[in-house]
């Protein structure tokens, strides 16, 4: 009998973020995956670290952050082979993934790979938005606020277009590498003042500042919010 896939979302980086439903999937699970970055890091597995039992199968996996297609889905390709072995073989295997499984996650990637063969179960996370909401002690949105959530990586003119439409709280992830030209994004709409970085949300290494005192470059799990389109 295969095993089953679980995409467990383990929040932003506060370990106590880390839902019931996920910590006692993961107390359980035969095989434990996640992703590591070029740079060697597990930012998943860090912050799950406590809750993985000492008996489990650990599974890093590659991912090349912020690489080409072709490399990325190369990579993708290959943590799902890994993966499958173990379900095929009756393993649980339980992925962790920073935030939410399929809110910009590794996750979803897998998901598309594995799902039409196994068994998958989501368990949704807290969200990096939501937690630096909380951190600055701002709603994202309330009564007919609109929120929209722009990936940094994205194509600059359609940044500018999204910003341009209208007022919003805007949510920038990814910003880490791409801080200059947001920042001179948000001074052409004159609305650097309205916005905050939030290096790190959540673990031991946050930082949070007005954007206008931000550096050139901050870490990859950087968010910059905009604080434009609160209403009344």
Partial sequence: MNGTLYGL????GDPELITLKSWRILS???VVAYPVAPSGT???RDVAGH???EDVIELPLGIPFGADGTETASAYDGAAMEIATHLEAGRNVAFLCMGDPLFHGSF?????RLADRHAVEVVPGVTAPMSCAAVLRRPLARREGILKVLPATADAE????EVAAGPATLVFIKAGGHIPALRRLLEDADLLGAAYVVENAGGETQRLLPMEEAGEASPYFST?????????
């Fill in 9 to 12: 979302g383990v929040g932003p």
């Fill in 224 to 232: 910059v919010m905009v604080f434009a389109g609160e209403a009344a």
């Fill in 42 to 44: 597990t930012r998943a």
């Fill in 158 to 161: 359609r940044l500018r277009r």
């Fill in 108 to 112: 979803s990637y897998l998901m598309d």
């Fill in 28 to 30: 359980m699970a035969e």
């Fill in 51 to 53: 809750f993985i039992p």
